[in-house]
Structures are given as C-alpha cells and as structure tokens.
Nanobody, 111 residues
Framework: QVQLVESGGGSVQPGGSLRLSCAGS????????IGWFRQAPGKQRELVAT???????NYADSVKGRFTISRNNAKRTVYLQMNNLKPEDTAVYYC?????WGQGTQVTVSS
C-alpha cells in the first residue's frame, strides 16, 4: 500500500522558517520524482517545487530563493525547507508522487 505522509507544518511569523517532510512507504521512493504542491483557501492547488530521481529541482517563481527541496532516499523522505516565509505562503502543503497524494500539512504565516 503506497503512502505519502507529510509533517512539519505549523504557524510562524513572517520571515520565519519551517521544514516540511514527506515520508514515503509501499514503493521505492528513490525511483520517482516527488512534487510539493500547496492550496490556499479559495484557490487552486499549485506546484511549489519538484525533485527528480536524478536530483534535478524545479521551483515556482514565487518561492525561488526562499524554498529548497531535497531528498534522502535512505530515509525515504523528501523535504521542503521554507525560509523567509510570507503570509501568502499560507496554505495546505501536499506532496505527490504520481498518482498518489499525501494528506497535507497546514502552514500558516501570520503576525
């Protein structure tokens, strides 16, 4: 049974940092690209960052220079380091390995 489980969300002030984790089980995570997406209230889900099995990364323009995606295949985990967080980063963050989604973790940025 394939599972993706996100963790690490929370509430922070603008300028703060969080690190999200996406733990995979039931499949060989090493072989697959993983994406982080987010969905804010009333908005469509959008792509935040991706990392391929070969460690190629890609970022949405809105997070370039602030977010970093990485993976630890030994731990079957993909991370999203988020620095200099802004209120507009507030959303539920999901990880995805096609065709599977995690359940999401809430990130709230507010003063």
């Amino acid at each position: 049974q394939v599972q993706l489980v996100e963790s690490g969300g929370g509430s922070v002030q603008p300028g703060g940092s969080l690190r999200l984790s996406c733990a995979g089980s039931g499949f060989t995570l090493d072989n697959y690209a993983i994406g982080w997406f987010r969905q804010a209230p009333g908005k469509q889900r959008e792509l935040v960052a991706t990392i391929t099995s070969g460690l190629t990364t890609n970022y949405a323009d809105s997070v370039k220079g602030r977010f970093t995606i990485s993976r630890n295949n030994a731990k079957r985990t993909v991370y999203l380091q988020m620095n200099n967080l802004k209120p507009e980063d507030t959303a539920v963050y999901y990880c995805r390995s096609v065709p599977y989604w995690g359940q999401g973790t809430q990130v709230t940025v507010s003063s």
